[in-house]
């Protein structure tokens, strides 16, 4: 009797194991090029934890972010909606500290893992409402965060304080002299504890690092590293950024060590033994930017894509994503799969088996991670920003539209490009195709309905 008793507790011990939710680690790189690593193309320097990363797993090569600047992009992360339904469509800054916050009622990423019960935490950049809004971090679902509540503060490395939840922490180092307590080492340390802390639970990590965004800055033991080797150098003068007499040693650096703390990560939860119930997925936040002393152009950080950050060519918008989980996704594999930030938040809850209260944009992209039949596709994907004088694009099968200088002219011709012969957006068909035309055109207006701001909006086209 005794034995029996003993095996049946050993079963059930066993069965608890192999029923544990899997944790996941969503790291985000913030104005990464999607030719900024090693395994996406990039010659001039090396990335070989990411690269890593990529060989242990799958490499998307059709991956879009939400936006093409920083608060939308995560945001259509965290909610599953496009830029046609988001809550948060721009960049919208607020006094003294922080941006435009999301309403009360929105449902995060972080609140579907807690339901779950999931411990969750947010380490780095937040950027979609101060501590004390409707959406500080708090609010939406987490039980952790540390880091810049502020995406405008966040442009400094040495910044006087950090946020944990909703309250101030001083870097006492940087109070006086601004260069002593390099903020990201903090923020990776508190990623690093909250994954040792919760090891034997599932959890939720959105580490949202902050390099390679202007100022364009490092410490000097890995500007030693790089510095005379990326020559001629780029002398960026201050501006609203810190000047930087070396901005393609600062470059390098900066992406150097997002790939140590990348690195570091993996390499915990190896220690950690929870690898094998972990999927880990790497992507940037939009495209390569031009600010603070970066030079795009010189690395070829966008490799094919014509554009940069605030555009809405593929520039703008194409972004690296790496997804690996041992023993699940198989290794090395290149994907093709069209997706787009928010596709994340129903691929998680598929993959927790968690319903979702609403109606997303999204479309799960679990059955390709796992190698699957049945992987649904989008019909189309849809973004717009409603600054730079307005822009608009969409992507149906390999037929790209896009529209500019939307507050001049609402109802003008769309830019037509054929993806699939022309991924550089050299070649405009659109007097070619006025039927793909009509149709992308007629999709555009039916994508969206009226934002939260005003100066969100677009001007109704003429009636004829």
Same mark, same amino acid.
């Given at each position: 009797?005794?034995?029996?008793? *003993?095996?049946?507790? !050993?079963?059930?011990?066993?069965?608890?194991?192999?029923?544990?939710?899997?944790?996941? *680690?969503?790291?985000?790189?913030?104005?990464?090029?999607?030719?900024?690593? %090693?395994?996406?193309?990039?010659?001039?320097?090396?990335?070989?934890?990411?690269?890593?990363?990529?060989?242990?797993?799958?490499?998307?090569?059709?991956?879009?972010?939400?936006?093409? *600047?920083?608060? /939308?992009?995560?945001?259509?992360?965290?909610?599953?909606?496009?830029?046609?339904?988001?809550?948060?469509?721009?960049?919208?800054?607020?006094?003294?500290?922080?941006?435009?916050?999301? =309403?009360?009622?929105?449902?995060?990423?972080?609140?579907?893992?807690?339901?779950?019960?999931?411990?969750?935490?947010?380490?780095?950049?937040?950027?979609?409402?101060?501590?004390?809004?409707?959406?500080?971090?708090?609010?939406?679902?987490?039980?952790?965060?540390?880091?810049?509540?502020?995406?405008?503060?966040?442009?400094?490395?040495? /910044?006087?304080?950090?946020?944990?939840?909703?309250?101030?922490?001083?870097?006492?180092?940087?109070?006086?002299?601004?260069?002593?307590?390099?903020?990201?080492?903090?923020?990776?340390?508190?990623?690093?504890?909250?994954?040792?802390?919760?090891?034997?639970?599932?959890?939720?990590?959105?580490?949202?690092? #902050?390099? =390679?965004?202007?100022?364009?800055?490092?410490?000097?033991?890995?500007?030693?590293?790089?510095?005379?080797?990326?020559?001629?150098?780029?002398?960026?003068?201050?501006?609203?950024?810190?000047?930087?007499?070396? %901005?393609?040693?600062?470059?390098?650096?900066?992406?150097?060590?997002?790939?140590?703390?990348?690195?570091? *990560?993996?390499?915990?939860?190896?220690?950690?033994?929870?690898?094998?119930?972990?999927?880990?997925?790497?992507?940037?936040?939009?495209?390569?930017?031009?600010? %603070?002393?970066?030079? /795009?152009?010189?690395?070829?950080?966008?490799? #094919?894509?014509?554009?940069?950050?605030?555009?809405?060519?593929?520039?703008?918008?194409? #972004?690296?994503?790496?997804?690996?989980? =041992?023993?699940?996704?198989?290794?090395?594999?290149?994907?093709?799969?069209?997706?787009?930030?928010?596709? !994340?938040?129903?691929? #998680?809850?598929?993959?927790?088996?968690?319903?979702? =209260?609403?109606?997303?944009?999204?479309?799960?992209?679990? /059955?390709?991670?796992?190698?699957?039949?049945?992987?649904?596709?989008?019909?189309?994907?849809?973004?717009?920003?409603?600054?730079?004088?307005?822009?608009?694009?969409?992507?149906?099968?390999?037929?790209?539209?896009?529209?500019?200088?939307? !507050?001049?002219?609402?109802?003008?011709?769309?830019?037509?490009?054929?993806?699939?012969?022309?991924? %550089?957006?050299?070649?405009?068909?659109?007097?070619?195709?006025?039927?793909?035309?009509?149709?992308?055109?007629?999709?555009?207006?039916?994508?969206?309905?009226?934002?939260?701001?005003?100066?969100?909006?677009?001007?109704?086209?003429?009636?004829?």
């Amino acid at each position: 009797m005794k034995k029996g008793i *003993v095996l049946g507790f !050993f079963l059930i011990a066993a069965g608890a194991v192999q029923a544990r939710q899997p944790n996941v *680690v969503f790291i985000l790189a913030d104005d990464l090029g999607y030719g900024d690593l %090693g395994c996406y193309g990039q010659t001039m320097f090396e990335t070989p934890n990411i690269d890593a990363l990529a060989k242990k797993g799958m490499k998307f090569t059709n991956h879009y972010s939400g936006s093409t *600047v920083c608060a /939308p992009s995560r945001c259509a992360l965290l909610t599953g909606m496009h830029m046609g339904h988001a809550a948060v469509r721009g960049n919208a800054e607020l006094e003294p500290e922080g941006q435009q916050p999301m =309403p009360a009622d929105t449902y995060t990423a972080a609140h579907l893992f807690k339901k779950a019960g999931y411990k969750t935490g947010i380490f780095g950049k937040w950027g979609l409402g101060a501590a004390g809004s409707t959406s500080d971090t708090v609010a939406m679902g987490f039980d952790t965060f540390y880091g810049y509540n502020c995406q405008r503060l966040a442009h400094c490395y040495y /910044p006087a304080w950090m946020w944990r939840n909703n309250e101030r922490e001083f870097l006492w180092g940087n109070v006086s002299s601004f260069s002593k307590d390099y903020a990201p080492d903090f923020i990776h340390q508190e990623a690093l504890k909250f994954i040792r802390e919760n090891k034997d639970e599932p959890f939720y990590c959105y580490y949202a690092l #902050v390099q =390679p965004h202007a100022d364009m800055i490092a410490p000097e033991e890995y500007m030693k590293k790089h510095r005379g080797k990326y020559l001629p150098e780029l002398n960026y003068e201050e501006d609203y950024y810190t000047g930087q007499p070396e %901005g393609h040693a600062a470059f390098v650096a900066m992406v150097n060590i997002l790939d140590d703390y990348v690195g570091e *990560v993996m390499a915990e939860l190896d220690k950690l033994g929870i690898a094998d119930d972990t999927l880990v997925i790497f992507a940037s936040d939009n495209g390569a930017h031009e600010e %603070g002393g970066a030079d /795009p152009e010189y690395f070829d950080s966008n490799a #094919v894509w014509k554009g940069f950050k605030r555009d809405l060519y593929e520039g703008g918008i194409h #972004v690296p994503m790496i997804a690996a989980w =041992p023993g699940k996704i198989k290794e090395g594999v290149v994907n093709d799969h069209i997706s787009a930030f928010w596709d !994340f938040l129903p691929t #998680v809850a598929e993959l927790i088996g968690e319903p979702l =209260p609403l109606k997303v944009d999204g479309v799960s992209y679990l /059955p390709t991670l796992l190698g699957k039949d049945g992987q649904g596709n989008h019909d189309y994907l849809y973004w717009e920003f409603a600054m730079k004088g307005g822009r608009k694009a969409i992507r149906k099968g390999n037929w790209k539209g896009v529209r500019y200088d939307v !507050f001049k002219a609402s109802d003008s011709m769309l830019e037509l490009y054929d993806l699939s012969a022309d991924p %550089g957006e050299t070649k405009n068909l659109a007097e070619q195709y006025p039927e793909v035309v009509a149709e992308l055109d007629a999709l555009m207006k039916k994508s969206r309905k009226p934002a939260n701001l005003d100066k969100w909006n677009f001007p109704q086209p003429k009636k004829k």
